[in-house]
């Protein structure tokens, strides 16, 4: 998968009290990058508690289910599209849906 874009994940653990989410998102990152998900079974089998959503929505749970991140996957060119990252709360703020 090549994921768009890192910098989002990058803004978001330098703010100063997301500072815990760094190493884990780069893990996830990693992974990502070098992950071969074809459809959203892949993805479960990887990650058993991923959420599966409409429009090739995913969301991830980060850090212990700290944070959450919400990316769309095109299974035909390998692309991952980060969405969104942030806090339970933030994510319970936003439609995916419209993202």
Same mark, same amino acid.
């Given at each position: ?12 653990? /330098? ?10 998102? /780069? ?16 993805? /479960? ?11 090739? /929505?995913? +969301? ?21 599209? +980060?969405?969104? +990252? ?7 703020? +936003? ?5």
């Amino acid at each position: 998968m090549r994921v768009f874009t890192k910098k989002t994940l990058r803004e978001f653990w /330098k703010q100063t009290d997301y500072q815990d989410a760094e190493q884990p998102l /780069k893990a996830w990152h990693d992974e990502a990058d070098h992950a071969d998900w074809k459809t959203p079974h892949d993805i /479960k089998a990887q990650y058993a508690n991923a959420s599966i959503l409409k429009n090739n /929505k995913v +969301v991830f749970n980060i850090h212990g289910n700290k944070y959450r991140l919400a990316v769309e996957i095109d299974y035909t060119y390998s692309h991952c599209y +980060v969405l969104f +990252v942030g806090t339970h709360a933030q994510y319970d703020k +936003v439609d995916i849906d419209s993202l």
